[in-house]
T-cell receptor, first 114, second 117 residues
Framework: AQSVSQHNHHVILSEAASLELGCNYS??????LFWYVQYPGQHLQLLLK??????LVKGIKGFEAEFIKSKFSFNLRKPSVQWSDTAEYFC????????????FGPGTRLSVLP | DAGVIQSPRHEVTEMGQEVTLRCKPI?????LFWYRQTMMRGLELLIY????????DSGMPEDRFSAKMPNASFSTLKIQPSEPRDSAVYFC???????????????FGQGTRLTVV
């Protein structure tokens, strides 16, 4: 069964700092990859997704992620964070076999200090 | 589309009572998921359906939990009897594009915050 790990439990940054959140998955076949964001008290919303093609994908709010197949990684980046980026970030994977079983990582809490 | 709709948004109940959570997926989606989120355990997949059929219920914690999807536009998650440790936020999500064999992301509802006292 596939699993997803996220490198950091809690990241604290100052505004304008650069962000990189790590995500690794375990599955040898074709995968679809996602990053979701959950603002305090809200539901999960999609930031970006990768299905195929260019491994560097751009999402909303200036976020991007790079799929590196050889490393089973899908790290999330943003060059300059804002206070409003304070939230929890989840990496997720589903596989291209029968059944869309979205598996989520444990999440990384990002706190951006003004 | 209004998105995935869950009700109620908040539920407070006494231990031992039956609780029913409801979900209306996005029209045209053929996958529906129930997740539970807690501080201790994070986001856990409880069960998911494809074309109204339960595919994987291995995440359902115990027999007190049951889920149904009587038609393509409605699903319920029932806890009977409820216990304080069931307190969590329960999310419903849907995905897929019926008949198109095209993957999509999962779209989440606003969640139901359940408190069992």
């Amino acid at each position: 069964a596939q699993s997803v790990s996220q490198h950091n439990h809690h990241v604290i940054l100052s505004e304008a700092a650069s962000l990189e959140l790590g995500c690794n998955y375990s599955y040898g076949g074709t995968v679809n990859l996602f990053w979701y964001v959950q603002y305090p008290g809200q539901h999960l919303q999609l930031l970006l997704k990768y299905f195929s093609g260019d491994p560097l994908v751009k999402g909303i709010k200036g976020f991007e992620a790079e799929f590196i197949k050889s490393k089973f990684s899908f790290n999330l980046r943003k060059p300059s964070v804002q206070w409003s980026d304070t939230a929890e970030y989840f990496c997720a994977v589903n596989t291209d076999n029968y059944g869309q079983n979205f598996v989520f990582g444990p999440g990384t809490r990002l706190s951006v200090l003004p | 589309d209004a998105g995935v709709i869950q009700s109620p948004r908040h539920e407070v109940t006494e231990m031992g009572q039956e609780v029913t959570l409801r979900c209306k997926p996005i029209s045209g989606h053929d996958y529906l998921f129930w997740y539970r989120q807690t501080m201790m355990r994070g986001l856990e997949l409880l069960i998911y359906f494809n074309n109204n059929v339960p595919i994987d219920d291995s995440g359902m914690p115990e027999d007190r939990f049951s889920a149904k999807m009587p038609n393509a536009s409605f699903s319920t998650l029932k806890i009977q009897p409820s216990e304080p440790r069931d307190s969590a936020v329960y999310f419903c999500a849907s995905s897929g594009d019926r008949g198109q064999l095209r993957h999509t992301e999962a779209f989440f509802g606003q969640g139901t915050r359940l408190t069992v006292v």
